[in-house]
């Protein structure tokens, strides 16, 4: 099964088209043409993220040396923090259903992306006063997991003699090609958790109704997912989920930060001053 993504130069040519779709959408007169402006603007950003995204995965700063190495000291780490076993999970449940295991092999390769792009319209149709927020939340958890992934990490499914099956390559549904690539070592953190997570969180917070479960529920489903198909270790997640929290707190801070000194710029009564002048108080 080919990856239903883009690879790195089509997410790059899409952007700049969209790029050129959004400024000329921009400069139009009045009109639904310039309504559609806000809308090309975001899925310009998004996949331009997107791309960058597309091409860490080709990338690393050490090369290849020392990725198992490191998956051997996270296995270990896990056992010795009494983590369950990714392997045994995988045995106990993928080992003994082919029908699951192309499941979760078809949605770890498919839903990822989707749901956040999903995700991102319902907010940005639905609402607007939220949207910035999250999608700064989002570009910068990202680029800190694309900056931590250039230090290669191999996924459990790449560990010989662990117990672990790559369930894609075994049913023909690998996202990844033949050749052994620099992308199939940025198992740590796990990009698919973050989004999911961030998914999930924002859904429930937001969201009204049963349909609010749907995010926590996608969160849920993809951490499962992403290690019964040995694709991450727990510890890929935990870091993924760590580095969420981190970003959402510094972009909560910022947010509070600009909203305060905007505050305090304001014009003070009885001053001889010019018109519209603004001073610190």
């Not at 290849?64 to 009494?82: M, N, Q």
């Not at 006063?129 to 999250?134: C, G, W």
């Amino acid at each position: 099964m080919h990856d239903v993504a883009l690879t790195w130069q089509q997410a790059a040519w899409l952007t700049a088209v969209l790029a050129a779709v959004a400024t000329a959408l921009t400069l139009a007169p009045p009109g639904r043409l310039r309504r559609l402006a806000p809308f090309a603007r975001e899925t310009t950003m998004i996949s331009g993220l997107y791309s960058l995204w597309q091409l860490a995965g080709t990338l690393s700063v050490f090369g290849s040396d020392g990725a198992l190495a490191k998956a051997e000291w996270i296995e270990r780490t896990e056992r010795a923090w009494y983590l369950p076993s990714e392997a045994s999970l995988q045995r106990a449940t993928t080992a003994h259903s082919a029908f699951l295991a192309q499941a979760a092999n078809l949605y770890y390769a498919t839903m990822h992306f989707g749901v956040l792009f999903v995700f991102l319209l319902w907010l940005f149709t639905r609402h607007r006063d939220r949207y910035h927020a999250l999608r700064r939340v989002l570009a910068l958890t990202t680029l800190v997991c694309l900056l931590i992934q250039l230090i290669p990490v191999a996924p459990p499914r790449l560990l010989p003699g662990h117990g672990y099956v790559d369930t894609a390559a075994q049913y023909g549904q690998s996202v990844y090609g033949g050749a052994f690539g620099a992308d199939e070592l940025s198992a740590m953190p796990s990009v698919h958790v973050a989004w999911a997570v961030l998914v999930g969180w924002a859904t429930l917070r937001i969201g009204s109704g049963i349909w609010r479960w749907l995010g926590p529920l996608h969160a849920v489903v993809t951490t499962f997912v992403v290690v019964v198909t040995a694709n991450h270790f727990w510890a890929d997640g935990i870091v993924a989920v760590g580095v969420l929290g981190v970003c959402a707190g510094l972009e909560r801070a910022g947010r509070s930060a600009v909203a305060t000194w905007q505050a305090r710029r304001v014009p003070v009564e009885g001053l001889s001053a010019e018109p519209n002048e603004v001073i610190l108080r």
